[in-house]
């Protein structure tokens, strides 16, 4: 077990006035803290109800005590929790105590590393914890959940798994040369390789699944003025959002609105209408158009139906990033509602076409309800899977043109490296640091 030299110490709840507020303690002086805060150690894992007094013997709060004796808590130490009245000024009393009587504050996510470091989580669950706390849909909470509880790590392990298998076969191979394995004609090895192939292509797809459950997806409205993209983002959000007038160029700021598309969180960014001599107030709302266009997923550029000699979308719109073509206002164009072609048929104005907007979106994220498979992941997850499959890409290259199984196993070893840096295995002090540092204080 690897235990911190410190004994750290912080409210796990949120800042503020509640009915409840949550401190924390972990680390090899928890028990002489607990004794003299409560006079006498909690029996282990059961709710006492004890008056909390501080190293003089003063009062500060009254409330439940548990106890946790080491190894079996969250953090693999000794870990002390105190459920006290939630007001700012008794949790900050109670801290300032627990840390006269030797622990110190803890770092941003500190008790969540501790419990990877002890072999409580891997790195995957660990980040899961605070996926779950940031969930913006229900599915994005569940599919945390999943991650936490291991279906992400059980995956990245079987995969390593069938590429240490793999491994092993051809070594043993390289190392016999006596017995003259043809690789190319050894159909067990072949169909590890396929079966390998298979699992990469399986699990990239479902983690990109997850990092837009976990991340969302930023959408971006853009067009010219007048064509209806308040309008539209209302109609989006189920409320008066945006100010919508007659009058062009209503729109001077950037708006950004939350919503929940079957489960995926997208945040959709209404854009000042793009178009020549503006005025100066005008002017900026464009410039921070074309701001929020560098940081977007997909582009809607909104068209008035009614006017049929628009040209297509061309100022500033990013390279690389989806652009879909929506034709508002077909209830005064008589056109009919529906996604044709890449592009969609919609009235913002009674609402005929969106849910076909809806599919286009979800289809643009490349989303799918995976239910109860689904789990969150990172983007630093979707490259290290990124970079195990291309050092196994590269390994089934060389056999196929070179017979090469030496080189075949050296990027199996490094395809296996590339995975265990998703689940901790193998991992920089530098990355863990980054890590656990997006977490908040007390988790």
């Not at 607990?34 to 150690?41: D, F, N, P, Q, V």
């Not at 870990?79 to 000024?89: F, I, N, S, T, Y």
């Not at 995957?124 to 706390?133: G, K």
Request: aromatic share 4%; with cysteine.
């Amino acid at each position: 077990m690897n235990t911190e030299a410190d004994t750290i110490v912080a409210q796990a709840t949120p800042p503020g006035v509640g009915g409840i507020g949550v401190v924390r303690v972990s680390g090899d002086k928890t028990e002489r803290i607990a004794r003299k805060l409560l006079g006498s150690l909690p029996e282990p894992r059961t709710a006492t109800y004890r008056m909390f007094r501080d190293g003089s013997g003063a009062r500060i709060d009254a409330g439940l005590a548990l106890y946790f004796p080491a190894p079996a808590s969250f953090t693999g130490e000794s870990v002390l929790e105190l459920h006290g009245h939630g007001g700012p000024v008794v949790m900050s009393l109670l801290v300032d105590a627990i840390v006269e009587l030797g622990a110190r504050f803890a770092e941003p996510g500190e008790f969540s590393k501790r419990a990877f470091l002890n072999n409580k989580l891997d790195l995957v669950q660990a980040e899961a914890i605070a996926d779950l706390i940031g969930s913006g849909t229900a599915q994005a909470a569940r599919a945390a959940l999943r991650s936490l509880t291991g279906t992400f790590s059980s995956a990245v392990d079987a995969l390593a798994e069938q590429l240490v298998r793999l491994r092993m076969h051809v070594e043993s191979a390289i190392d016999f040369p006596e017995e003259e394995i043809d690789f190319l004609s050894d159909d067990d090895l072949l169909k590890r390789i396929d079966a390998c192939e298979a699992a990469f292509e399986t699990l990239q797809a479902e983690a990109k699944q997850g990092r837009v459950l976990r991340d969302g997806y930023r959408v971006v409205i853009v067009g010219k003025p007048n064509a209806g993209k308040s309008s539209l983002l209302n109609l989006l959000s189920g409320q008066e959002a945006a100010i919508v007038t007659e009058v062009a160029g209503t729109t001077r700021d950037v708006l950004r609105e939350q919503i929940d598309i079957d489960g995926l969180a997208v945040e959709l960014v209404d854009t000042a209408g793009i178009r020549n001599d503006p005025d100066r107030i005008e002017a900026e709302g464009i410039r921070r158009a074309r701001a929020a266009l560098a940081d977007a997923d997909a582009v809607l550029w909104i068209q008035d139906a009614t006017d049929k000699d628009q040209e297509e979308p061309k100022e500033s719109l990013p390279d690389g990033v989806p652009i879909t073509i929506v034709h508002n206002k077909i209830d005064l164009s008589g056109d009919e509602p529906g996604f044709t072609n890449g592009e969609v048929y919609l009235s913002a104005e009674t609402g005929a076409g969106i849910e076909a907007l809806r599919r286009c979106i979800r289809e643009l994220a490349g989303y799918e309800d995976q239910g109860e498979g689904a789990f969150t992941a990172r983007r630093r997850h979707i490259r290290a899977l990124r970079k195990a499959a291309d050092h196994f890409a590269t390994g089934k290259t060389a056999l196929e043109e070179m017979k090469a199984g030496e080189l075949l196993a050296e990027e199996l070893r490094l395809a296996q490296q590339a995975l265990g840096e998703i689940t901790g295995a193998f991992s920089a002090d530098d990355l863990l640091g980054k890590i656990f540092s997006e977490f908040c204080i007390g988790k």
